[in-house]
């Protein structure tokens, strides 16, 4: 396995930088970043598609603003349940141009990264899971906000949408925001919500919103049995 960080086009560093390879054996690999700004290009190594802590031992990028992207035949990135030290020296990842991308994070991934603000980009079609306790803070300049609660900072680019995951067994909550900013939540503000089992909720984040559920299918929302509609009214 190869990966090859290049320097990114988003800032020119300062001073040439040289392309390193990193050369990995038949094993899980260790992926290292140079001082200027690179793009660390992710395989997914055990074939299921996903790219997660099972296909890298750790991640380091160096100085610089380093980039995290998926390299052919990996769907996914999966950033959940880290270990703090895992991946470091990281602030933005890319799932642009390698089809329908997904980048997952929980409520620890960013405090395991040391990552104040991670900036993530994607084409249309592209999503982006938040597992946990996330707060959304508007959008501006192109980029949905959000934070965690220990106050570190999500950027998602608004070409893609948020994708809701449940945890089976578990009565999670799901709030929904107006990110098209037209007074209605509908399938055009989130990517597609999955309860799995258990007893699993819908509710608006403020009130005055109207949810709007027609012609949604099951393949865009499913496992949800209780909409709560309070904040609303």
Not at 85 to 100: E, P, Q, R, Y
Not at 206 to 233: C, H, N, P, Q, R
């Amino acid at each position: 396995t190869s990966v090859t960080p290049t320097p990114t086009t988003a800032t020119t560093p300062t001073t040439p930088v040289t392309p390193i390879t990193n050369t990995g054996t038949s094993g899980n690999d260790s992926v290292n970043g140079d001082a200027g700004n690179d793009t660390l290009t992710l395989y997914d190594l055990t074939g299921d598609g996903t790219v997660d802590a099972a296909d890298f031992v750790r991640i380091s990028g160096g100085g610089g603003l380093d980039t995290l992207a998926l390299g052919a035949g990996a769907g996914k990135l999966d950033l959940s349940g880290l270990g703090a030290g895992t991946v470091g020296g990281i602030s933005a990842v890319t799932l642009s141009g390698n089809g329908n991308g997904n980048l997952t994070l929980d409520a620890g991934s960013l405090t395991a990264m040391n990552c104040p603000t991670l900036t993530v980009r994607g084409d249309a079609g592209d999503t982006f899971t938040l597992q946990g306790n996330w707060t959304y803070n508007g959008h501006s300049g192109g980029f949905y906000t959000y934070t965690d609660a220990s106050g570190k900072t999500v950027k998602a680019q608004d070409t893609m949408l948020r994708a809701f995951a449940g945890a089976d067994g578990v009565g999670d909550t799901f709030t929904l925001h107006d990110v098209s900013g037209d007074g209605t939540v509908n399938g055009a503000d989130f990517a597609s919500i999955f309860g799995g089992t258990g007893t699993d909720m819908l509710k608006l984040a403020t009130a005055g919103l109207t949810l709007d559920l027609t012609g949604t299918t099951a393949a865009k929302i499913s496992g949800i049995e209780i909409v709560d509609l309070t904040t609303s009214a």
